[in-house]
C-alpha cells in the first residue's frame, strides 16, 4: 500500500507544482507586446500600483500621478499601466497632436470606455455621458442639440451669465471693503455664482444664493440693515450638487466605482437627492408645459417663448405632439433620460466653469503684465463708464480676450484626462492596440511633449499638420507651463492686426470630436463674460509666499488648494 501511495504521490506532486506555478502566473500582470512598460512592475503581481498610490497620497492628482510613473517616467509619448493579471493593462497616451486626432477623426476606431462609463452609469444611466454610441443616444444628442447652438446661447444664456457675474462683482465690492486688504477665498463664491448663472440658464428659474450672500454680508457690515435669514430656494440646491459632486469623486477613487454607485444608489441620501432635485424640476416643467400648451403652433415654430434650455426641448415636445393630432405628450418629470441629462448639465456645467475661474484669477495674481495688458484692451474694446452688456462682450472682437479664455482653459487643466476603447484591432504611433483595450489620454497640455517619429503618426494626423501647422514645435509650444495668451495671436505682417489662431496648439480641454463636452460653447461664453466684468472692476494683487503654491486637488475636476485671492477694486 505504501508502494501505491508512493506512486500516487510521484504523479500528484508535480501535477500539483505545474497548477500552483500556472495560477501564479495569472496573477503576474500581461503587458500588451511591444508598448513601453516599466519592467520592474511585470515582474510583480501588483504591477505599477504600489509606485501609483503613494504619489497619489502625496499630491492629490490621480490623473497626473498615472502620467508621472509610466509615460514620463519612460520618456516616451505612449506607455501601459499594469495592473495585476486579473485586469488589462491601462493604455496611457500622452500626445497632443495624436490625441486630438484619435477625437476628432477616428470615431469609428474608438469610443467611450466603460472604466469612463462606470462612473456615472449607476446614479444616472441615461445622460449621455454614461452611454456608448448608440442610436439612442444620438437621438438624445439631437435633443438638447440647439440648447448650444450660439444663437441659442447668446439670446437666452449670455444674459443669464451676465447678471449672474454682476452679482459677483458686487458681492465682491463688499468683500474688500471689509478685507483691510487681505485674501480671502474665492472657490465658494465662484461655485455660487455658476450655479446661479447654470441654473437659471437651464430652467429658468432663479436660484437665487448670491443674492442671499450680499443681503447677508451687508447686515453684517451695518447692523441697521434688516436681514431675512430664510436660505433662498437655491440653498437646497447647493447641498444637493455638492453632495453629488464629491459622492461622484469619491466613487471614481474606489477600486469598482460602478459597483460603489451602484449601492450609492440605495443610500437614503442619494434617494433623498434625486427626490429633491426632480420634485423642483418637475414644477418648472410642469410651468413650461402649460405655458407652452396655451400657444399656436406658429408661435411655437419661432421659439420666441423660450427663456432658458429646458423651455426650448419642452416647446418642441409640445410642438410635435401637436403636428401629431395632439397625440398624448410623455409626461417629462418620468422621462429617465431628460432628468438624467438635466442632472448631469447642472453638475458639469457650473463645477468645471468655477474651478476653470478659480484658476484664472491664480494665473492673474500671477502674471501681472498679461492682467495689466488685458485691462488696457478691454478698456479700449468697452470704453464706456457702464459695465458692457453680455451683447457688446460676445459680439466684440477682442482677439486677446479670445486668447486668455482659451490659455485658462488649456493650463487650468480642470478636466486632465479622459477615457476611450479600441473597437476594432487598430493603432497608436505605431502600436499595435487590440480591440477592446483602453486608452487613458492626457488633456492637459502643460508640458512639452515626447518626441514621435512623424512617419508613425495616423495618415489623417499628419494632414491635419499640414492644413494647421504643427503649433507645439513653434513658437506656441513654447513655456506650456507657463499662462502665455499671445501664444494664440497672429499678426498680419502688412496690418500690423493680431487676430485669434484658435488652431495654434491643440485644444483638448473639453476633449472633442462627437464624444467631446457638449459644454464648449456655454463655458467659453461664460468665461468670456466673467472675464471681463472681473477685470475690468477688479486688479488681482499679490499672495503671500504661503498661498501663492499651484498645487491642486483632483476630484471630478481639478481644484486648486489655495484659491484665495488679494482684491483692489478699480
Not at 418648472?284 to 403652433?297: C, G, H, P, T, Y
Request: glycine fraction near 6%.
Amino acid at each position: 500500500m505504501s508502494s501505491t501511495f508512493s506512486s500516487y504521490s510521484l504523479v500528484a506532486i508535480p501535477f500539483v507544482s505545474v497548477v500552483i506555478i500556472i495560477l501564479v502566473r495569472t496573477l503576474y500582470p500581461k503587458p500588451y507586446p511591444g508598448i513601453p512598460h516599466n519592467k520592474n512592475s511585470a515582474n510583480r503581481v501588483s504591477g505599477d500600483i504600489p509606485d501609483l498610490v503613494p504619489l497619489i497620497t502625496t499630491t492629490n492628482e490621480f490623473s497626473n500621478s498615472m502620467f508621472t510613473i509610466t509615460t514620463q517616467k519612460l520618456g516616451t509619448p505612449i506607455a501601459q499601466f499594469l495592473f495585476p493579471g486579473i485586469r488589462k493593462p491601462l493604455i496611457i497616451l500622452e500626445d497632443p497632436r495624436e490625441i486630438e486626432d484619435l477625437l476628432l477623426r477616428r470615431n469609428k476606431e474608438f469610443d467611450k470606455a466603460p472604466m469612463a462609463l462606470s462612473i456615472f452609469q449607476p446614479m444616472f444611466p441615461k445622460a449621455s455621458l454614461a452611454q456608448f454610441t448608440t442610436p439612442e443616444l444620438k437621438a438624445q444628442k439631437r435633443l438638447w442639440a440647439d440648447v448650444m447652438a450660439a444663437e441659442f446661447l447668446n439670446k437666452a444664456t449670455a444674459p443669464r451669465i451676465h447678471k449672474a457675474t454682476l452679482g459677483l462683482v458686487e458681492l465682491w465690492r463688499l468683500r474688500v471693503s471689509v478685507s483691510n486688504d487681505k485674501p480671502f477665498a474665492v472657490d465658494e463664491d465662484l461655485q455660487n455664482t455658476t450655479l446661479d448663472g447654470i441654473w437659471v440658464s437651464i430652467l429658468g428659474d432663479e436660484a437665487g444664493i448670491i443674492d442671499y450672500s450680499i443681503r447677508k454680508l451687508r447686515s453684517e457690515i451695518d447692523g441697521s440693515i434688516p436681514f431675512d435669514a430664510t436660505p433662498p430656494r437655491g440653498g437646497f440646491l447647493r447641498e444637493e450638487v455638492r453632495y453629488i459632486s464629491d459622492t461622484i469623486a469619491r466613487l471614481s477613487n474606489t477600486p469598482s466605482p460602478k459597483w460603489a454607485g451602484k449601492i450609492e444608489t440605495y443610500t437614503p441620501r442619494y434617494r433623498r437627492f434625486r427626490s429633491t432635485v426632480i420634485r423642483e424640476i418637475s414644477l418648472l416643467m410642469a410651468a413650461a408645459i402649460k405655458r407652452f400648451q396655451d400657444l399656436d403652433v406658429e408661435t411655437l415654430n419661432s421659439g420666441d417663448t423660450d427663456r432658458c434650455m429646458l423651455d426650448l426641448v419642452l416647446r418642441r415636445l409640445v410642438l410635435q405632439s401637436r403636428k401629431n393630432n395632439n397625440a398624448p405628450l410623455i409626461d417629462p418629470t418620468k422621462d429617465q433620460n431628460m432628468l438624467d441629462e438635466l442632472f448631469i448639465m447642472l453638475v458639469g456645467g457650473h463645477d468645471s466653469t468655477a474651478n476653470t475661474l478659480c484658476w484664472f484669477v491664480r494665473f492673474m495674481e500671477a502674471y501681472p503684465a498679461v492682467q495689466s495688458e488685458l485691462r488696457s484692451v478691454l478698456r479700449a474694446a468697452f470704453p464706456g463708464p457702464e459695465p458692457p452688456s453680455a451683447k457688446a462682450i460676445i459680439e466684440t472682437d477682442v482677439p486677446y480676450l479670445d486668447a486668455v479664455v482659451e490659455e485658462g482653459f488649456r493650463l487650468a487643466g480642470a478636466a486632465k484626462g479622459n477615457l476611450r476603447q479600441a473597437l476594432v484591432d487598430t493603432s497608436i504611433l505605431g502600436y499595435n492596440i487590440p480591440k477592446g483595450a483602453e486608452i487613458f489620454m492626457n488633456y492637459h497640455i502643460n508640458r512639452p511633449p515626447a518626441p514621435v517619429d512623424e512617419a508613425k503618426r495616423s495618415d489623417s494626423c499628419r494632414a491635419a499638420a499640414a492644413k494647421h501647422g504643427d503649433g507645439l514645435r513653434g513658437r506656441a509650444g513654447y513655456d506650456l507651463d507657463k499662462f502665455e495668451p499671445r501664444r494664440y495671436l497672429v499678426k498680419d505682417p502688412d496690418t500690423g492686426k493680431e487676430t485669434f489662431n484658435s488652431y495654434a496648439i491643440p485644444s483638448l480641454a473639453f476633449g472633442g470630436g462627437y464624444r467631446g463636452c457638449t459644454g464648449r460653447k456655454l463655458a467659453t461664453l461664460e468665461l468670456r463674460i466673467f472675464v471681463t466684468l472681473l477685470i475690468l472692476n477688479f486688479e488681482f494683487t499679490d499672495l503671500p509666499e504661503e498661498m501663492r503654491s499651484m498645487a491642486a486637488t483632483e476630484k471630478i475636476f481639478r481644484q486648486p488648494d489655495m484659491p484665495f485671492a488679494r482684491v483692489k477694486v478699480l
